[in-house]
């Protein structure tokens, strides 16, 4: 699938949840309005048992640190690589699923 021309897939192992802005802070410090999604990792998650599956509660999960470029998708910290480019993760939020995908720049 592609979302904003990026490849992804879904993240199994990422939830969300609305920010909160008492508490959940972007990459740069700023806080992140309720308007806006968090992406969690699950293992931070309270799970619990419903209807047979598996559900988790992000309410109390430490926000996964990002820049918004929108209130649904978001850019992960920017990491260099030894080879010669850097990578950026990205995460989107569609019909209650996260999926990610990576942006590849060359250094010049």
């Known amino acids: 699938m592609r979302m904003k021309g990026i490849d992804v897939k ?13 508490r959940d802070k972007d990459l740069d410090g700023r806080p992140i309005q309720s308007n806006y999604v968090v992406f969690v990792y699950i293992k931070d998650c309270v799970l619990y048992e419903q ?11 430490p926000a996964i640190p990002v820049a918004h470029g929108g209130t649904y998708y ?35």
Do not use: L
């Not at 209807?51 to 999960?61: F, L, M, Q």
């Not at 260099?80 to 699923?97: H, I, L, N, Q």
């Open 10 to 22: 879904e993240a199994q192992h990422i939830g969300w949840r609305h920010g909160d802005p008492s």
């Open 51 to 61: 209807d047979g599956w598996t559900r988790y509660d992000p309410k109390n999960a």
């Open 74 to 108: 978001a850019y992960g910290k920017t990491r260099k690589s030894s080879r010669g480019y850097e990578t950026v993760p990205m995460y989107f939020c569609k019909d209650a699923r996260v999926y990610t995908g990576t942006i590849h720049r060359d250094i010049d």
